[in-house]
C-alpha cells in the first residue's frame, strides 16, 4: 500500500481510480493548459527568507475570516459535483472542513443540496453563486442558501462563458445518470428534463449571465443580508471596481486555469490587489495550492486565507471523508512546519519579508 504523505500523492491514486472521463474533467484546465501549469511553477519562484533564533515552541494558525473564527487560513474552494468523486459527495467533504475547523464552500453546481450540506452536522459553509439571467433564479438559489444558515455569497465572475477544456471536449464529457444537479431542484427551468443530468448541465450553462456587471453586485447585495465576496479576479482595475460596489472580500482566482488560458497565476499578482485593497476588504486566493509552504508564501504577499480545489476532490475520491480530513490535516502540518522553521508564530507574524519574489532578486 502506497503511504500518503503530501496531497499529490491523493491525485496520483485518484488518477488510478477514477474513470479517465472524471479525472480528466477535475483534473484539466482549459486549451493549452499554460496557466494551470504556471498555477504550481509560480510558487517554485517565491523562495524563503527565513527568521531563526526566534522561539517557535507554540504555532498558533488560527484567524477570522467574515468575522468567524477558523483553525487555519486554508479553506475549501467551490468545486461542482462531489459525487463523481465519492457517493456522499459534498456531504463529507463538508464534514471534513468541519472537522479540521474550517470553511467549506459548496458549489452552484453541487451533486449534494443546499439544505443537506448545511443541515449534516456543525460547520461553516459559503455558498458560490453562477448569476444565471433569470434573476428568480439567483433569488431562490440565495434565499435558500441564507435560510439554511450559510455565511457568506460567493459569486463567480470568471465565467461568463465556460472555458474550453479540451479533455473535456474528447472524452464527450457526459454527467453519469446517477448524479443530480442538487443545488437545481426545485428551480422552475422551463420543461427542461431535469432527470437527464447532461442536458441539464448544458441547458443551465447556456443560462449563466454573460452580461454580469458591477449593477448585479450591487443588485445582489439588495436581496441579501450576507457578506458577498467576488470570486475571480486579479487585477487592480476589477478589485477596486469590485470594492467600490461594497463587496465584503475578493477571492483571487483563476479558477484553477479552467477558463482563460495564458493567465498569470494568481500568486504572481496577488500584489497587485493588496496594494488596491489596501486592508478596506480582506483579499483571498485559490489556483495552485498544494503545500503549505504554498499557503505561507500566499500569506506572505498579503492574502489573508486560501481556498483549495482539486486536492479535496481527489482526497475525496481515494478515501472519503476521511481522505479530505487527511488532506486538510496535511497541508494544516506542512504550513505549521513552514511557520516553525520562518521564525513565525502566528499568522500575523508572516510579513512580505519573510520571502523574496523573482522580482526581489534581480
Ligand atoms: C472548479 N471551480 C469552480 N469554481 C466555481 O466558482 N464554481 C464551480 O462550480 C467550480 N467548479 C469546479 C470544478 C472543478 C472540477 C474544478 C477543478 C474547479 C474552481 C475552483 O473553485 C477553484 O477556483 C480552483 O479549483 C482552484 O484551483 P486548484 O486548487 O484546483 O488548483
Redo the contacts with the bound molecule.
Sequence with gaps: MVLITNVSDYEELAKQKLPKMVYD???GGAEDQWT?KQ?REAFSRILFRPRVLIDVSHIDMSTSILGYKISMPIMV?????HKLAHEEGEVASARAAAAAGTIM?L????SCSIEEVNSCGPGIHFF?L?VFKDRDIVQQLVRRAENAGYKAI?V?V??PRLGRREADLRNRFKVPENVVFKCFEGLDLSDIDKTNASRLAAYVASQIDSSLSGKDIEWLQTITRLPILV??VITAEDARIAIECGVAGI?M??????QLDYLPATISCLEEVVREANGRVPVFL?????RGTDVFKALALGASGV?????I?FALAVDGEAGVRTALQMLRDELEIAMALSGCMSLKEITRDHVSTEGDRL
Design positions: 474533467f477535475y483534473a494551470l498555477n474552494a467551490p468545486t461542482a459535483l464552500t458549489s452552484s453546481w453541487s458560490q453562477s460567493a463567480t470568471d465565467a470570486k475571480g477571492i482566482s483563476n479558477h484553477g486555469g479552467r485559490d489556483s495552485g495550492i498544494r481556498f483549495i480545489g482539486r486536492p476532490l
